[in-house]
């Protein structure tokens, strides 16, 4: 499996993660947004070139009051520059093989690559559900109290991948 920019000879029509949206998003958007510039989208292939996961980063920003305290000290109060990670899917054909979990840390580290050249303070993910919001909680990210589904990573505790 080997994780790429999505490219018009990814095999995506087949792809099917169990909810409608995302297997839309993957099908007839991404590469729509990725021409525009408004999401860069990275996909699992297999050997076949079949996407079997995939998942989108764009710029955005946090509202500092939203934000738990304990994460903000020595933050200004202004808007904190982030990325998110816009949607995120695995194929059901291949779900519980750790491809979520490789997917999740190849997102890290690009967001890590971004930080070395402009400010990031934290990358964001909006769980669709309560199940994906405990998927993404297992790897570190954390719960807005405001909106547990709302979760952040800060950028200062990305691992080093070298
Ligand atoms: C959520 C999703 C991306 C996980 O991908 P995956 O490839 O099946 O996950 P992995 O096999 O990499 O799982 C990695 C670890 O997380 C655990 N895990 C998987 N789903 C989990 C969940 N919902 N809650 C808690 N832990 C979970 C696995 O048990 C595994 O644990 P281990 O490392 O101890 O073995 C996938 O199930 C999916 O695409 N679901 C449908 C779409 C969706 O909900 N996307 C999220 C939108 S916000």
């Known amino acids: 499996m080997k994780i790429e920019v999505l490219q018009a000879h990814h095999q995506k029509k087949s792809f099917n993660c169990g909810q409608d949206d995302l297997n839309k998003f993957i099908k007839q958007y991404a590469s729509q947004h990725q021409k525009s510039g408004t999401s860069k989208t990275y996909v699992a292939i ?28 020595r933050l200004p109060r202004y808007p904190l520059p982030c990325v998110v990670v816009g949607r995120f899917a695995v194929d059901q054909t291949v ?10 840390a190849h997102a890290l580290k690009q967001v890590s690559t971004v930080a070395q050249i402009i400010g990031v303070n934290f990358v964001v993910i909006h769980a669709k559900d309560k199940k994906a919001m405990e998927f993404y909680q297992r790897f570190g990210f954390i719960s807005l109290t405001s909106n547990p589904l709302t979760l952040i990573y800060p950028v200062s505790e990305i691992p080093s991948f070298n």
């Not at 779900?95 to 979990?101: A, D």
């Open 46 to 73: 297999d050997d076949d070139l079949q996407v079997r996961g995939f998942y989108c980063l764009s710029s955005t920003s946090i509202g500092f009051d939203v934000v738990d305290t304990v994460l903000t000290k």
């Open 95 to 104: 779900q519980g093989r750790g491809i979520g979990k490789v997917l999740l």
